[in-house]
C-alpha cells in the first residue's frame, strides 16, 4: 500500500515561491498520473497541475489556467517524489494542497478529482504579507 506524504508547505510573501514535495512511501510509487488540488475554506477542490508517469503519454502535464505561468509540476523517479514548483505566488493561491494519485486513468487532467484514489494528508500554503 503506498501513501503520499506532501511536504514544503509554509507561510510565504506575496510575490515569493514554495516548492511542494509529494512522496511515495512503502511500495512502487506506481501510479499512472500524480496531481496537484488545493481546497481554501468554503471552496471546492481545485486541480492545479498534473503529470502522467507512464505510458504513450508519460511526460505530459496539464496546468490550470489560474497558475499557468507561475506553476510548474516535475519528478524524481529514484526518489519517488513529484515536485509543484510555485512561484509568484498571490494571496489567491493560499489553500491546503493536495497530491492525488491514479490508478484508474492512463493520462492525468487537473479537472476530474474523482480519477485520483489516492490522497495524501495535504500541506497548508499561506500567502500573506
Known amino acids: 500500500q503506498v501513501q503520499l506524504v506532501e511536504s514544503g508547505g509554509g507561510l510565504v510573501q506575496p510575490g515569493g515561491s514554495l516548492r511542494l514535495s509529494c512522496t511515495g512511501s512503502?511500495?512502487?510509487?506506481?501510479?499512472?498520473?500524480i496531481a496537484w488540488f488545493r481546497q481554501a475554506p468554503g471552496k471546492e477542490r481545485e486541480g492545479v497541475v498534473c503529470?502522467?508517469?507512464?505510458?504513450?503519454?508519460?511526460?505530459?502535464?496539464e496546468t490550470a489556467d489560474s497558475v499557468k505561468g507561475r506553476f510548474t509540476i516535475s519528478r524524481d523517479n529514484a526518489k519517488n517524489t513529484v515536485y509543484l514548483q510555485m512561484n509568484n505566488l498571490k494571496p489567491e493561491d493560499t489553500a491546503v494542497y493536495y497530491c492525488?494519485?491514479?490508478?484508474?486513468?492512463?493520462?492525468?487532467?487537473?479537472?476530474?478529482?474523482?480519477?485520483?484514489?489516492?490522497w495524501g494528508q495535504g500541506t497548508q500554503v499561506t500567502v500573506s504579507s
Open positions: 492525488g494519485g491514479s490508478s484508474i486513468q492512463a493520462m492525468c487532467s487537473v479537472n476530474t478529482v474523482r480519477w485520483y484514489d489516492d
Open positions: 512503502g511500495s512502487t510509487f506506481d501510479y499512472y498520473a
Open positions: 503529470i502522467t508517469l507512464t505510458g504513450l503519454h508519460g511526460g505530459y502535464t
